[in-house]
């Protein structure tokens, strides 16, 4: 009957349109599937080989016909899928998060997210929609941003329903402390980091932070009336610094000047941040060969694996330190091949030192209710700045947090080490870098902002991604 109604290509095209459809009721809507983006890309792209090949074969077509075809075909197949996605994500009935408010292209794709941080922070994106429509956001077809000290908590305290979000899986098949998205693998891991930043292995890291401050203070020394970019200059401070506390490998920027590999992972962070926003397109990246804008981020991991090789042929004996500790623990459980993984992405953590779906059940936060493997985000950015927190919020005032506590408002806001299980276990040996580097710094120098210089870039320049790297600060010093 179909056939007299309709040519063979307007039925395959029809039943493509069909398949699109389904696929998302029965595949797409199911589960998490951003880690299988390339096999899902692969799969697709094989079907329609197999198409234009029975086209080319059966249906007496020159192969650049067939192609035409069977492009026309899976046309089909994208705009029934198309269509489907837009009607379930905008219908309040149908998507789970109809009813909150947000910007109405962030309902059905995170495309459009993605698109807005290659121009802007999301830091400042996500505060404008604060601001635009309250306290509960709906960012991405499956997403909510909430804001408040409340909802903070809520997310992110010890017996949160919460648990990671698919955006961690992103050193994948990598996976360190910072990004496992299993609760006892992280409870069991943390316990191995816990090791290396004990009150013992602190009192042991002191010489070192002393020793990378000194020599940040010799080459300042050296370069007294030059134009210098400090904000660079305390990154290497500190990258000195984590490679030999946590790893045993001097990387002697601050003699020696950028190391390549943090070169490459700049560029990988600045051209990679705002995939962070598609998770799912990054994996799909990942699985093309020779897409320039993930070059830099196979460079830089392939850099980490033979590091680490070596780093592990070059020290033999026993290390009371983070990569340490995790090769001890890899050799008593299956060795270090059979935990790669485990160990290689804890030493890429080392290096970059750095959302979150609710379990099932659901919850309710600032009386609106998010259904269960609802992606949910919680921005410090706004949460330090928010006025129902402290007065004058968006001003710099360092007297906040000693002679004028008038002017916070709960102090319990000020979150920079984040709170539960999560939080940062290195703050004390970061609070350690930061007092031994000021005091020997400010101690020894005056500081003098360049011409045009105002130290603002150092905040409205800052990279917003994975790690926040702070802007330039151009200063003049003089001993």
């Known amino acids: 009957m179909f056939s007299a109604i309709f040519s063979p290509q307007e039925l395959h095209v029809a039943i ?34 197999l198409l234009t090949y029975l086209k080319f074969s059966y249906e007496d077509l020159s192969i650049w016909e067939a192609l035409l075809r069977s492009a ?21 009935r149908l998507s789970p998060l109809g009813h ?10 995170k495309l459009p997210h993605m698109w807005h941080m290659g121009l802007r922070r999301k830091c400042e994106i996500l505060e404008d929609l604060h601001g635009q429509y309250g306290d509960v956001v709906r960012t991405g077809p499956n997403e909510v941003t909430v804001f408040g000290l409340d909802a903070y908590n809520q997310v992110h305290e010890s017996d949160s ?39 013992k292995s602190l009192e042991g890291a002191e010489s070192i932070v002393y020793s990378r401050a000194a020599e940040l203070v010799n080459q300042l020394q050296a ?13 290497y401070y500190t990258f000195d610094f984590m490679g030999l506390f946590g790893l045993t490998i001097d990387f002697k920027k601050l003699t020696e000047g950028e190391h390549p590999i943090l070169k490459i992972h700049h560029i990988a962070h600045h051209l990679m941040g705002p995939l962070a926003a598609v998770p799912w397109l990054k994996h799909l990246l990942m699985g093309i060969a020779f897409v320039e804008r993930v070059k830099y981020y196979r460079h830089f991991f392939s850099w980490a694996g033979k590091e680490l090789e070596r780093n592990i042929q070059n020290n033999k004996s026993e290390r009371q330190n983070v990569i340490g500790y995790v090769l001890s623990d890899a050799k008593r459980n299956g060795g270090v091949k059979a935990n790669w993984n485990f160990v290689l992405g804890d030493f890429c953590l080392v290096i970059i030192a750095g959302s979150d779906p609710v379990r099932q059940g659901g919850m309710t936060i600032n009386g609106t209710y998010i259904p269960e493997y609802t992606t949910i985000m919680t921005p410090q950015y706004s949460l330090m700045r928010d006025p129902r927190y402290l007065v004058r919020p968006t001003e710099w005032i360092p007297e906040r947090f000693t002679t004028r506590p008038e002017v916070v408002l709960n102090k319990s806001a000020f979150v920079p080490w984040a709170i539960g299980k999560k939080s940062c276990l290195g703050k004390n040996l970061s609070l350690m870098e930061i007092r031994i580097g ?13 011409a045009g210089e105002d130290g603002t870039r150092m ?21």
């Open 438 to 450: 000021a005091a020997l710094l400010l101690t020894g120098f005056d500081f003098r902002f360049v």
């Open 459 to 479: 905040f409205t320049q800052a990279t917003d991604f994975f790690t926040t790297t702070p802007g330039p600060l151009e200063v003049v010093l003089k001993t």
């Open 72 to 92: 026309v075909v899976a046309g089909g197949y994208v705009v029934g899928l198309s269509i489907i996605i837009i009607i379930f994500w905008l219908s309040p």
């Open 16 to 49: 493509s349109a069909i398949g699109g459809i389904a696929a998302h009721w029965a595949y797409f809507i199911h589960g998490e599937l951003d880690v299988k983006a390339a096999n899902i890309a692969r799969l697709q792209l094989a079907v329609f080989a």
């Open 161 to 199: 329903k919460c648990i990671r979000a698919a955006y961690y899986d992103i050193l994948h098949p990598l996976v360190s402390l910072d990004t496992t998205r299993d609760e006892q693998i992280h409870t069991y891991r943390r316990k191995l980091w816990d090791q290396a930043f004990s009150i």
């Open 100 to 109: 909150v408010p947000g910007p109405f292209s962030y309902r059905f794709s």
């Open 223 to 235: 370069r007294e009336g030059q134009v210098l970019n400090i904000s660079a200059w305390l990154e």
